[in-house]
């Protein structure tokens, strides 16, 4: 029995990464959702829930992110402000994007971390922890 156990522990250690990653040391994900899209008059309103489950507060994270439409074409480039997200608190952030059509939004692109301030806290570490995910039907947040 100590044998098969010994054996199972250290294929398991075999097949763990043996670099640290940002995710690894901040202890967790980045968790960026978009929840909800909603049409409103000239505009198209974007609601984020975002949850930070790293071991640190992050004070202000603010991503650089493109609109791409439904047949692919970037419909603009923008910086959206997610303010602080302290840790293991979500956080609901809305973005009015006047001028565009939310029938026509078929991709979000979290393109890179503009800033991510927090004390111990540096814009790599944001970057590798960020988990993007999407509720909305027809719209896919990759990042």
């Not at 952030?93 to 565009?100: A, K, P």
């Not at 991510?116 to 999407?134: K, M, R």
Request: proline share 4%; net charge negative; aromatic share 4%.
């Amino acid at each position: 029995m100590k044998r098969h156990l010994s054996t199972a522990i250290l294929a398991l250690a075999l097949a763990l990464p043996t670099g640290a990653t940002a995710q690894d040391e901040d202890g967790g994900t980045l968790i960026v959702e978009l929840n909800r899209v909603v049409p409103l008059d000239g505009a198209c309103r974007l609601t984020f829930m975002a949850q930070n489950n790293m071991n640190r507060d992050i004070e202000q994270i603010v991503f650089e992110t493109v609109l791409f439409t439904t047949e692919g074409g970037v419909e603009r480039l923008t910086l959206f402000d997610l303010g602080a997200l302290p840790t293991a608190r979500p956080r609901v952030r809305e973005f009015d994007m006047q001028g565009l059509a939310c029938e026509n939004l078929g991709r979000v692109l979290l393109n890179g971390v503009h800033a991510c301030i927090g004390e111990g806290v540096d814009p790599e570490a944001c970057a590798g922890a960020l988990n993007p995910v999407s509720r909305v039907d027809g719209v896919e947040v990759i990042g």
